[in-house]
């Protein structure tokens, strides 16, 4: 599975983003589609996720401000960031999993000015 992500960039605080992902090669219809970000200097963590049911889980400090979405007969998984701060700056990674094999994005750069 090769996962393609997009939509990475500059912002100022308070503004927003859009990140998608496609997922290519043999997949899976169970699956679970995610976003997880690394600042610098610091450990990758998850940021939401979603699987193919539609269930989603977020970390608490993006709840009500970033929402995932996905579309199942595209592959695709999306990630709605608003109201964003700069400790949102990171490389996010797109992350899917299927079966027993997780499978990782190339990652793309969200800076979010002060």
């Known amino acids: 599975v090769q996962l393609q992500a997009s939509g990475g960039g500059l912002v100022q605080a308070g503004g927003s983003l859009r990140l998608s992902c496609v997922a290519s090669?043999?997949?899976?219809?169970?699956?679970?589609m995610g976003w997880y970000r690394q600042a610098p200097g610091k450990q990758r963590e998850l940021v939401a996720l979603?699987?193919?049911?539609?269930?989603?889980n977020y970390a608490a400090s993006v709840k009500g401000r970033f929402t995932i979405s996905r579309d199942n007969a595209k592959n695709t998984v999306s990630l709605q960031m608003n109201s964003l701060r700069p400790e949102d700056t990171g490389v996010y990674y797109c992350?899917?999993?299927?079966?027993?094999?997780?499978?990782w994005g190339q990652g793309t750069l969200v800076t979010v000015s002060s």
């Open positions: 090669g043999t997949i899976f219809s169970i699956n679970v």
């Open positions: 992350n899917r999993k299927q079966g027993p094999d997780t499978y």
């Open positions: 979603i699987s193919n049911t539609g269930t989603t």
